[in-house]
């Protein structure tokens, strides 16, 4: 019998402004940021470690510390739980975290006290993996179709899927759970890559990562637009220049347009021959992307990164709103509600190609991307998820990506393990990287003072 | 000229559980409490006094110190601002604290940020009134189309209401203002209470309270429902034989149920005669009240006490699934983005009755409702603005309700400073309030031990 006897709650933030990474017409100087949440316990791991469950959600700075108050909150609640009985019911587990009325008030089931769930239930997840000896996505796949549906929070989706029809969509794709995690196996799950294009990114830069991800095996190119459509155009010409006719673009605008605009924008760049234009407007606006939808169409609609709960992403699906679903593993609440988006996706013949990136982001996806083939859509036809190429190596078993595809994950839990010395270097603001930093500045300072 | 000296950041906790007060289906024991800001100045107000203004935002309770780490994060930044220059653009007071895309990935636009960014806005509001001389709702009336639309925040609605037809809308409203403003004087703005009906309160309590509130003038009476159909049958019999056929009921299920439940569990109580369901399920769900809307009517669907922003609510307007407009002035992210919500609600010609109650929402709300009257609905027909008579001894300026009626606020700002000892003796968890119960709490448990 094991008990969590403590949490770790860790802002551990990078300093990726300094070289533009993640520059978008939105987000123009992120510093991409965890806020990082361990459970130890007093058993032993199957490999004969402590035992231990490590979860994150992703930020972009600023406010780290608050998600990591509001994460503290609510794992201090799972100290001196049975990690045996927690693993067993782990819709449990959710269900307690998310019965605090008090602090329900402050979404609900949004913004910050849902981002620090994600993060606390994420780890809770890892934990469980660990305890199995199964990397996630397998722990989930082994389920049976009544233990899967167990774990989803299904409340508010009965007018668009019941208990009994998610079932029977399960049900339905356990039969050929075996040949596929062997197709895992031998190549795979594709995904493209966004590093090429941050908006920050000079021409030059953009046209040799272009070449780059073509020479490493992409098929797919992102590019972010919408701060100068003159520079779209420019930055989408050399992108169709490198990487020919026949592969594949798309453009993220990260919610800078109104809705009439989105569809005035998107079209004026329909020529470079787009398979989706991503968060085009508000991410709160289902009807605003459906009326995107109708107005540039054959170009698809892709948002998800920002869509904050269940109950928003039903609604996407019922309109007919979005043509691929772009959950975020760090923004719904861990596995628990990603299940329950993964269900109505597949009810509603809707693709999910998971955000990624940030920090760890890429690392969980991964399992949610492997889930999804084994045991719910079965299928990774048009399907392709995200995958950016930094601060994978501050991660104990880090994402890898081989000919465009993520590699089936092999080791216990989440992949969501961060090196200690990461978090001892990177630790907001007294890490060892931020406190040079700091002095370095003061330094600066002082000798322009005294010049 | 004055400048912002300094912030104060109070996390206020008032202990209403203890009394069941504000009990619902869904919060079973809050304790209304307040995320407190109080902007300090150099400057000196029209009486003479310290020029500074106060604000906050409500919660429940547990998490109220997130949304005040927060705050004053946000409110840092207006140290130094000129306040007169602040309050000519109050517009870009709130695009400058808004601006902060680190801060922003943090919603975008709802939750704690936008809880928080609301505590702000309203002592920044405060102040401005307080500069002026004025009470807010007056500062906004006596502003002319331009200024007032200059004000709203109008990003992502101009698929629904472009700034044109906004000053139109406004401008045809001009005319009668003085007349209206006159009509408050003499009758002020017509409320309903809530304060007999909550779930807690047994049935004696509820037939007494009912009959009070008849006593005292009220003409609409409140109920929460949602945790037992019979007990729901039961309390509406018992409120309907107080107040009698003619008088107005409504029922509130405080999110409890999905669509397909909330149709149904409406229906049993419709020989009751109500005129609203409240909250029926998530308020996220614009499609799903709208499907509840049809499925109830001629019972209306009323929501917006946690609809985070604009973006919703036009929504929830475009899709046709409201049928009164239930804004929260702690929620929205201020008068900046209150204005925007009444403008989209002219326009689509849905009646605009405030959420209240909690702390301090009364004190605000009052001046919603009146700059709605005076310059933009231009009508009081239909409306009914929420009342609860909790908690206004603690505010210097509390609202005065008499005959059902709010009266019309003279005294310049927002209504929302808070007594100094009020704040000292319910700050948490050091205020003498909070220090006294938890020494008791820990006398009582050593007294437990010794016996």
Redesign the interface.
């Known amino acids: 019998m094991a008990r969590i006897t403590s949490i770790e709650i860790e802002d551990v933030r990078f300093p990726t402004s300094l070289t533009a990474d993640g520059s978008d017409a939105?987000?123009?100087?992120?510093?991409y940021s965890a806020a990082y949440v361990v459970l130890r316990t007093d058993g032993v791991a199957a490999d004969g470690s402590p035992l231990a469950g490590f979860g994150l959600t992703f930020?972009?700075?600023?406010?780290n510390?608050?998600?990591a108050?509001?994460a503290r909150?609510q794992a201090e609640q799972l100290i001196g739980q049975d990690v045996e009985e927690m693993a067993a019911d782990m819709g449990g587990v959710y269900r307690f975290l998310t019965s605090?009325?008090?602090?329900?008030?402050?979404?609900?089931?949004?913004?910050?006290?849902?981002?620090s769930l994600s993060a606390v239930m994420n780890a809770a997840w890892d934990l469980a993996g660990r305890l199995a000896g199964k990397p996630v996505w397998r722990l989930l796949a082994d389920m049976t179709p009544e233990q899967l549906v167990d774990v989803a929070d299904l409340?508010?989706?009965?007018?668009a899927l019941t208990r009994d029809e998610a079932i029977e969509l399960l049900r339905a794709k356990e039969s050929g759970k075996a040949a596929r995690i062997a197709e895992l196996e031998a190549t795979g799950y594709p995904c493209y890559t966004t590093s090429a294009g941050w908006l920050g990114y000079s021409d030059e830069k953009l046209r040799r990562l272009c070449q780059e991800a073509i020479d490493e095996g992409y098929n797919h190119i992102k590019l972010k637009v919408g701060a100068n459509l003159a520079d779209d155009i420019r930055r989408c010409t050399i992108a169709r220049e490198v990487i020919g006719p026949d592969r594949v673009l798309m453009i993220d605008a990260n919610?800078v347009w109104?809705?009439?605009?989105a569809i005035e924008w998107t079209n004026a760049l329909a020529p470079f021959d787009l398979l989706w234009i991503e968060e085009p407007?508000?991410?709160?606006?289902?009807?605003?992307h459906a009326?995107i939808k109708r107005g540039v169409a054959p170009i698809g609609v892709a948002t998800g990164e920002?869509c904050?709960?269940r109950?928003?992403f039903?609604?996407f699906m019922?309109?007919g709103a979005l043509d691929f679903c772009q959950l975020d593993a760090g923004r719904l609440a861990s596995l628990n509600e990603i299940v329950a988006v993964l269900l109505l996706a597949a009810k509603f013949d809707v693709p999910v190609c998971p955000h990624a990136g940030g920090v760890g982001l890429c690392e969980m996806v991964q399992h949610v991307s492997m889930l999804d083939f084994v045991a719910v859509s079965g299928t990774r036809e048009g399907r392709v998820t995200e995958f950016v190429d930094h601060l994978h190596e501050h991660f104990t078993d880090p994402c890898i990506v081989t000919n465009a595809a993520y590699s089936l994950p092999r080791l216990p839990g989440y992949s969501t393990q961060m090196h200690p010395a990461s978090v001892a270097e990177y630790r907001f603001p007294e890490g060892s990287y931020w406190r040079e930093r700091h002095a370095a500045a003061a330094a600066s300072a002082n000798l322009a003072a005294a010049v």
Chains 1, 2 share one sequence.
């Open positions: 939105m987000n123009k100087d992120g510093d930020t972009t700075g600023r406010g510390d608050i998600v108050l509001a909150q605090d009325a008090q602090m329900r008030w402050l979404g609900p089931e949004k913004g910050v006290v849902h981002l409340r508010y989706l009965s007018d919610q109104d809705v009439d605009q407007t508000s991410p709160d606006d289902v009807l605003g009326a920002h904050h709960n109950v928003m039903k609604q019922q309109a």
